[in-house]
Nanobody, 112 residues
């Protein structure tokens, strides 16, 4: 059974950092590109970052460029999203997705 489990969200002050993790199981993780999305209250789900199966290429939304870094460890079946210089506009539920599966999401709140 394909499963994606996010963790690492929480409350952080503006300018702070968080590292999200997404643990995958039930499929051959190293064969699939992975993505992070986010959804803020009242807004559509937004693609934040993508990483290819081997981790050799990444893409970011304009809102994430220069502040967020997506990475993966295929030995651990885990994809990460390092988020720095966080802003209140980054407040959202963050989801990882791959192989047509979605995690349950992890809440990130940026507030003083």
């Amino acid at each position: 059974q394909v499963q994606l489990v996010e963790s690492g969200g929480g409350l952080v002050q503006p300018g702070g950092s968080l590292r999200l993790s997404c643990a995958a199981s039930g499929f051959t993780f190293r064969n699939y590109a992975m993505r992070w999305y986010r959804q803020a209250p009242g807004k559509e789900r937004e693609l934040v970052a993508t990483i290819t199966s081997a981790g050799s290429h990444t893409n970011y939304a304009d809102s994430a460029k220069g502040r967020f870094t997506i990475s993966r460890d295929n030995a651990k079946n885990t994809v990460y999203l390092q988020m720095n210089s966080l802003k209140p506009d980054d407040t959202a539920v963050y989801y990882c997705t791959g192989r047509n599966a979605w995690g349950q999401g992890t809440q990130v709140t940026v507030s003083s």
